[in-house]
């Protein structure tokens, strides 16, 4: 009888499934924080989902805070939340390109904010402006000068922040670490496309893919598990899911540990 590699005694899936934890570092490159209107979260504050995540093992989640992105709070009271937990929590400065004055004011404070803040977040879906605008063209310029990641909420098909837009993007501003969240969901032709035709800048980010039959496998076999990392949108999606999901897919152990672990130690570094 074949057995499967995640049945095998001793592999990485078998071992989480016998001890619920990893044993190995794994890093959510996509979270979040704080309530969402009237959806129920049962872990959406830092404490719980600290808590939560140490029983995972989950050594870092690099987080934008929801009422950033909706301009309710400053990226600098982010900080003092990353402070209160400093050995698990690092930030994305949420960038809403309807208030240009933020952007430079929080922008003009990245480099103290470190070593918390690693990045920054864009949300254009939401703030209803596509990346190539203007408007994101401060916080690109910022980002490409000192290449740091800027992680961007993507989905097929949309004029804000689809695969036209996001390959713009992507070769415009070659130095900026651009992750890919979702994946570009549903346009796998331009998440292909926007590794392979850019300047070796792009990054796919798995958020709502475990949950999708073969897509891990598909991204995979498209681009290489060099260039996926791992992310949950916590508090959205659960960790176990998600690294179960990873687990599960049938790709080699190599492949689950860049995805889980190695790609973001590749682009941050082991310590930070």
């Known amino acids: 009888m074949n057995v499967s590699i995640w049945e095998k005694s001793g592999s990485l899936a078998n071992t989480f499934w016998e001890k619920g934890s990893a044993d190995f570092p794994i890093y959510d490159m996509h979270g979040h924080m704080g309530s969402h ?10 404490p719980e989902m600290a808590a939560h995540m140490k029983r995972i093992g989950v050594k870092r989640l690099v ?19 990353c402070k209160r937990f400093p050995g698990i929590l690092r930030m994305y400065v949420g960038i809403v390109p309807q208030y240009p004055e933020r952007i430079r004011e929080d922008l003009a404070m990245f480099d103290r904010w470190k070593p918390y803040a690693v990045g920054l977040k864009f949300l254009a879906d939401y703030h209803r402006i596509p990346v190539t605008d203007k408007a994101y063209e401060y ?10 990641p800027v992680l961007n909420h993507t989905w097929g098909k949309s004029p804000y922040n689809g695969g036209p837009v996001m390959l713009e993007a992507a070769r415009k501003y070659p130095n900026v670490k651009f992750f890919m969240g979702h994946s570009i969901f549903g346009e796998w032709d331009y998440a292909e496309r926007c590794v392979k035709e850019t300047h070796g800048n792009v990054w796919l980010e798995l958020t709502a893919i475990p949950g999708e039959f073969g897509l891990i496998e598909k991204l995979v076999s498209a681009v290489g598990s060099e260039r996926i990392l791992y992310g949950t949108d916590l508090p959205w999606f659960d960790e176990y899911q998600a690294v179960g999901g990873v687990l599960s897919a ?23």
Not at 40 to 46: F, G, Q, V
């Open 37 to 46: 209107y009237a959806i129920y979260m049962k872990r959406c504050e830092a």
């Open 63 to 81: 987080f934008s805070h929801h009422e950033v992105l909706w301009g309710n709070m400053r990226n600098a009271e982010v900080v003092e939340i």
């Open 139 to 148: 916080a690109l310029k910022f980002a490409d000068e000192r290449g740091i």
């Open 250 to 272: 049938k790709i080699t152990e190599n492949d689950m540990r860049n995805i889980l672990y190695r790609n973001a130690e590749h682009i941050l570094g082991k310590e930070w």
